[in-house]
């Protein structure tokens, strides 16, 4: 009974590593507290921040400043490159605020305070989806993403893979009903 126990959970457990998930985070702006403010150079924008962070549908965006001298304000993206802060989409004045980023695409935050967006305090973050793959799987790339010959398929591959996630389903299932 132990010895099937632990092929039980040797089985679960190589299921798992088969398979990786993401996992939400919440992502302070800036890298720390206090960065929403008019940046003291391009180079200090939260943009170039940004650009080199990663998004992900469920990370939540966390800004920290002083609520009686500023604000966020989501906006689309005419109003993000204009900088009009008449009609936003979401408008936060606590201090700590959070945003949850619920499906991927471009989202595009100002500053409320006046004159602010127009020195560069603004931030545009771009939000990939999720995708759950199988390790040992890569998606074929895109045309745009490879421009080398084109490299014909082998059949290997995908009938290990196949064969083995068949073998340990195969294992668990006759685990369970004997």
């Given at each position: 009974m132990a010895s099937r126990k632990a092929a039980l959970l040797s089985s679960i457990l190589i299921v798992s590593l088969l398979v990786t998930f993401t996992e939400a985070r919440d992502i302070m702006v800036g890298g720390k507290n206090h960065s929403w403010k008019i940046p003291s150079s391009e180079s200090d924008s939260l943009n170039k921040w940004a650009e080199a962070s990663r998004?992900?549908?469920?990370?939540?965006?966390?800004?920290?400043?002083?609520?009686?001298?500023?604000?966020?304000?989501?906006?689309?993206?005419?109003?993000?490159?204009?900088?009009?802060?008449?009609?936003p989409v979401a408008t936060f004045r606590d201090g700590n605020t959070k945003v949850k980023l619920d499906k991927p695409g471009p989202y595009y935050f100002i500053s409320g305070a006046d004159g602010h967006c127009k020195q560069g305090q603004k931030l545009v973050t771009v939000v990939m989806s999720t995708r759950r793959q199988f390790i040992g799987i890569s998606p074929a790339p895109s045309p745009v993403e490879f421009e080398g010959p084109a490299v014909a398929p082998t059949s290997t591959g995908g009938v290990n893979l196949r064969?083995?996630?068949g073998l340990v389903f195969g294992v668990l299932a006759g685990m369970i009903l004997f």
């Open positions: 998004f992900r549908v469920g990370d939540t965006l966390v800004w920290t400043y002083d609520p009686q001298k500023d604000s966020v304000l989501q906006v689309i993206k005419k109003d993000y490159e204009t900088c009009n802060t008449s009609s064969g083995s996630l």
